[in-house]
C-alpha cells in the first residue's frame, strides 16, 4: 500500500463514527443518505482559504500554514489547511465516503475522487480592481482563474464535453465560499462599509457567472456557499479598534459582533439566495443548492459555551497575539514564537482570520443535514 493510501485509509477511518452520526440526516430526495442509494463519486471545489487544502502553501511554501501550529490537532503537523485541523470540506467528503481532497497543486496526487481547486487569501473580483480602489491585494487566483483550472483539468480528464458531462453527473462542485477576502482586505484596510456594499453586487453577479459556467460543462449538483459573519470574527474587531475613522462602522450587536458589517454580509448572502433562485429557472434539472454559513455560525457563538467552548474566549483567536493579524507580520500564527492557547478544541478562532476544527466541526454538521442531494 503506498503512503497517499495509507493516510487516505487512516483518515477515513478516523471518520467513521462521524459517518454514523450523520448518515441519518444526509437527505436525498426523500430518502435517508446512505451511502450507496445517493452515491457521489468526486467533489471539486473553487474558493479561498476556508476550503483550501493545501494549494497555497504548495505554491508559496513560505506562508504561515506551512509551519506549525497549524495542523497541530490534525493530523499533528501543518497540512496546508488554515486551521489547527479538518476543514468543512473535509467533513462533507468524510459524510459522503470519499477521502480529503487534493490539493490542484499536487504533483503525483491521486485526483479520482475529485480536487480542490481552492487558494488562501483568494477573491471573487480580480485583485487589479481592489489595487485601482486603492486596497492592497495579494496577486492570487481569483475565482474566475480557478475556475479555467477546473476546465483545463476537465480536458485533461475527457475527450469531448459529452464525456465530461458523463464524469460530472455524479460529482458535487462548491462554487465557494467566496467573498470573505473581497470583505476582509477592504474592510482591514479602512475602508467604510458603504464603500464596501457598492461592489457586493458584482461580487454576486461573478459568483452567479461562474455557477452558470459550471453546469454549462455538465454539473448536476451544484453548491453556492454564503459566507460568515465577519462582524464576529477578531481581525475585523481589531481593525475597527485600530483604525476605523467612521463611529457607525464600530457599533456592536447584543453578542458583541460588528452590527452593520454583519448587516450588509447578511443582505449580501440574501441577494445571493434570490439570484440563485432565478438561475435554477434557467436550469430547472440541475440541483443549485445555497449552503448556509451565517447562521450555523451565530448558532455556534450564542450556544458556545453549552458546547464546551470557553465563554471569555469568544472573539479571541487560539494562536497568534492579540489585536496583530497581519500574515506577513512575525507575530501572526505561524510566524516565530506565538502564543498558543492551551486547547483549541475549547477556542472559537483559530488565527483570527480562521476556525478551529471544533467550530469547522459544529458548522459542518448544519451542512451536511442541509444538502438535499438528487440521486442520479
Not at 506551512?66 to 468524510?94: C, E, M, N
Not at 448536476?220 to 481593525?239: E, N, R, T
Not at 450556544?303 to 492579540?322: D, H
Amino acid at each position: 500500500m503506498s503512503l497517499q493510501h495509507l493516510l487516505n485509509f487512516c483518515y477515513t477511518f478516523s471518520f467513521a463514527i462521524f459517518l454514523i452520526i450523520f448518515s441519518s440526516s444526509f437527505v436525498c430526495e426523500g430518502e435517508i443518505f446512505q451511502g450507496i442509494k445517493c452515491p457521489i463519486e468526486s467533489i471539486y471545489q473553487v474558493g479561498d482559504s476556508i476550503s483550501d487544502t493545501g494549494n497555497l502553501v504548495l505554491a508559496i511554501p513560505q506562508v504561515p500554514a506551512s509551519r506549525k501550529p497549524y495542523g497541530i490537532t490534525f493530523p499533528g503537523h501543518p497540512s496546508g489547511r488554515w486551521s489547527d485541523g479538518r476543514l468543512i470540506i473535509d467533513y462533507i467528503a468524510a459524510s459522503l465516503g470519499l477521502p480529503p481532497l487534493n490539493p490542484y497543486q499536487a504533483k503525483n496526487a491521486s485526483f479520482l475522487n475529485g480536487v480542490n481547486f481552492a487558494v488562501a487569501g483568494s477573491t471573487v473580483l480580480n485583485p487589479k480592481f481592489y489595487i485601482a480602489q486603492g486596497t492592497s491585494v495579494p496577486p492570487l487566483p481569483p475565482l474566475l482563474v480557478q475556475l479555467e483550472n477546473f476546465k483545463k483539468y476537465l480536458k485533461s480528464i475527457c475527450l469531448t464535453p459529452t464525456e465530461c458531462r458523463v464524469k460530472l453527473r455524479r460529482s458535487l462542485v462548491f462554487v465557494g465560499e467566496f467573498g470573505y477576502n473581497d470583505i476582509g482586505y477592504s474592510f482591514q484596510q479602512g475602508r467604510s462599509i458603504k464603500k464596501i456594499q457598492d461592489f457586493l453586487p458584482l461580487v454576486n453577479r461573478v459568483i452567479l457567472n461562474a455557477t452558470r459556467e459550471v453546469v454549462q460543462l455538465g454539473a448536476q449538483q451544484v453548491i453556492v456557499p454564503g459566507i460568515f459573519p465577519l462582524g464576529c470574527f477578531p481581525f475585523a474587531l481589531s481593525s475597527v479598534d485600530r483604525d476605523h475613522a467612521n463611529i457607525f462602522d464600530k457599533i456592536r450587536d447584543e453578542l458583541g459582533c460588528l452590527k452593520n458589517l454583519n448587516n450588509i454580509i447578511a443582505s449580501r448572502n440574501n441577494d445571493l439566495q434570490r439570484e440563485l433562485s432565478i438561475l435554477r429557472l434557467e436550469y430547472p434539472n440541475v440541483n443549485l443548492l445555497y449552503s448556509n454559513l451565517y447562521d450555523p455560525f451565530l448558532s455556534l457563538l450564542r450556544n458556545a459555551p453549552a458546547l464546551g467552548f470557553n465563554i471569555k474566549t469568544l472573539f479571541s483567536a487560539c494562536c497568534g497575539l492579540e489585536g496583530n493579524f497581519v500574515i506577513v507580520g512575525p507575530i501572526f500564527c505561524g510566524n516565530g514564537d506565538v502564543p498558543l492557547c492551551p486547547n483549541p478544541n475549547n477556542h472559537i478562532h483559530w488565527d483570527g482570520f480562521h476556525l478551529t476544527q471544533a467550530s469547522y466541526h459544529y458548522i459542518a454538521n448544519y451542512v451536511i443535514r442541509d444538502l438535499k442531494l438528487k440521486c442520479i
